[in-house]
Nanobody
Framework: QVQLVESGGGLVQPGGSLRLSCSAS????????MGWFRQAPGKEREFVAG????????LYADSVKGRFTISRDNAKNTVYLQMNSLKPDDTAVYYC?????????????????WGQGTQVFVPS
């Protein structure tokens, strides 16, 4: 059974930075694409960023492009989300997710395991 554990969330002032981490327990982490999603209060969960199994391909939501960077360390079974220039609209619970294959999924249904989430709060 795959376990994904996010960490690194917290309160940060507008314009600040945070780095989220997601530690994965499964033995073949390096074979799977990974992604980050977020869910703000009263809104649906939305895709934030994805990374292929090797890290050679990445994908970002338009709302975070140029501010967020997804990366992975397969030796540590960990995926990261570096978030810079944070805005109040970035306030949400951030979730890590595992793809079913090594390619970044085109839809949410392409992810099959989810973490519990970590809260990010950027006050206005």
């Amino acid at each position: 059974q795959v376990q994904l554990v996010e960490s690194g969330g917290g309160l940060v002032q507008p314009g600040g930075s945070l780095r989220l981490s997601c530690s994965a327990s499964h033995l073949i982490f390096a074979a799977d694409a990974m992604g980050w999603f977020r869910q703000a209060p009263g809104k649906e969960r939305e895709f934030v960023a994805g990374i292929s199994w090797s890290g050679s391909s990445t994908l970002y939501a338009d709302s975070v492009k140029g501010r967020f960077t997804i990366s992975r360390d397969n030796a540590k079974n960990t995926v990261y989300l570096q978030m810079n220039s944070l805005k109040p609209d970035d306030t949400a619970v951030y979730y890590c997710a595992k793809g079913k294959t090594g390619v970044i999924p085109a839809t949410t249904s392409g992810f099959d395991s989810w973490g519990q989430g970590t809260q990010v709060f950027v006050p206005s």
